[in-house]
């Protein structure tokens, strides 16, 4: 669990990214490669990009573990484009450098050794991983990029909403199926503990494309407070709607039910929303689908949240 605290100052300065962060997006997209969740909305890219990786872009895959602890000077606050992101990772100063391959290595990550001479000083290898880091961009993430963009906003309007209509009590209230707004912390999922104190700092928001499950934060509770989280997705690619197969077995309607709770975990309010139906509707496929074993359903305060089980990503495959 990761428990973020808030003071009144805090609240007062609760802020939403301008648009999609290119930094956080390259993280999030090279864990999409290796990771299999999301296989109905991320499916298709994810067999298109692995085979156009970039041979400079397996580098900077040897930094990032597919599951843990990820540097944190990989992802410097406020860049716009990828070239500010870039310029900020090679300005990081050497110390922090170190740090956070020392953390890698604490985690019990097998830290490569060109990494550990970019720990060491050797401004070499830090220009080789800004080459990788542009690399990658440009073959993985760069032809997506407006759809990313268009997709975030849609999120950012819906926060924006929120806060105008609700102030950030109610903002921080429907964030993410996986954060609950205790006053005055701010509960979040998350593979680990950690206490993050705001301390008048205030909290910046980042919706991401091609983050998934987990919202997640720095390591370091002195860098520039963050919260990334995944977006809610309408659809990415067509693998997004149920085939044929799938259709005839539960129906159209449930079956796009199903392919929905595999884009994403969501409330059933989210659910309604994502596949054009009424909440009504919605709950009653969702009480189906739970009897049957192909989604699991849990209380999130007043929601239910609503989660695909091994058995129905089974069937998503096998139709």
């Known amino acids: 669990m990761l428990n973020v605290h808030f003071t009144e100052a805090d609240l007062a300065k609760v802020s939403i990214a301008e648009d999609a962060d290119p930094m956080w997006e390259l993280l999030m997209s090279s864990y999409r490669i290796r990771r299999p969740e999301g296989e109905p909305l991320f499916g298709r ?3 298109g990009s692995r085979s156009a990786v970039p041979e400079s872009g397996r580098l900077l895959m040897s930094a990032v573990p597919p599951y843990g602890y990820c540097p944190d000077f990989l992802t410097p606050a406020g860049a716009r484009t990828i070239g500010e992101g870039v310029s900020a990772v090679l300005e990081t100063p050497e110390p922090t450098l170190a740090a956070d391959v020392a953390e890698l290595t604490a985690q019990g990550t097998r830290v490569p050794p060109w990494l550990r001479r970019l720990a060491d000083g050797e401004s070499r290898e830090l220009r080789r991983l800004g080459t990788a880091l542009h690399d990658y961009y440009r073959q993985c993430v760069a032809p997506d990029w407006a759809a990313m963009r268009h997709a975030v906003a849609r999120d950012r309007r819906r926060l924006q909403t929120n806060l105008d ?3 950030p009590q109610l ?5 993410h199926p996986d954060i609950t707004w205790t006053p005055p912390v701010l509960r979040v999922r998350f593979p680990i503990e950690q206490e993050l104190h705001l301390n008048g700092r205030g909290l910046r928001l980042i919706p991401a494309f091609f983050a998934h499950g987990m919202p997640t934060t720095y390591k370091d509770p002195g860098l520039p407070p963050a919260l990334v989280y995944s977006i809610s997705h309408a659809r990415f690619d067509k693998d997004a709607e149920p085939g044929p197969s799938l259709a005839a077995l ?9 392919m929905t709770t595999a884009i994403t ?7 309604a929303e994502l596949t054009g139906i009424s909440p009504a509707t919605a709950s009653q496929h969702a009480s189906v689908l739970r009897a ?7 209380r999130s305060g007043k929601s239910q949240i609503h989660e695909i089980t091994p058995l129905g ?5 096998a139709s």
């Open 165 to 167: 209509r609700g102030g």
């Open 45 to 47: 890219w994810r067999r």
């Open 171 to 175: 903002l921080l209230s429907t964030l």
């Open 313 to 317: 990503l089974a069937i998503i495959r």
């Open 265 to 271: 975990r969501c409330n059933t309010s989210e659910l």
């Open 250 to 258: 539960l129906g159209q309607t449930r079956a796009r039910v199903l």
């Open 292 to 298: 049957s074993g192909l989604i699991t359903s849990a």
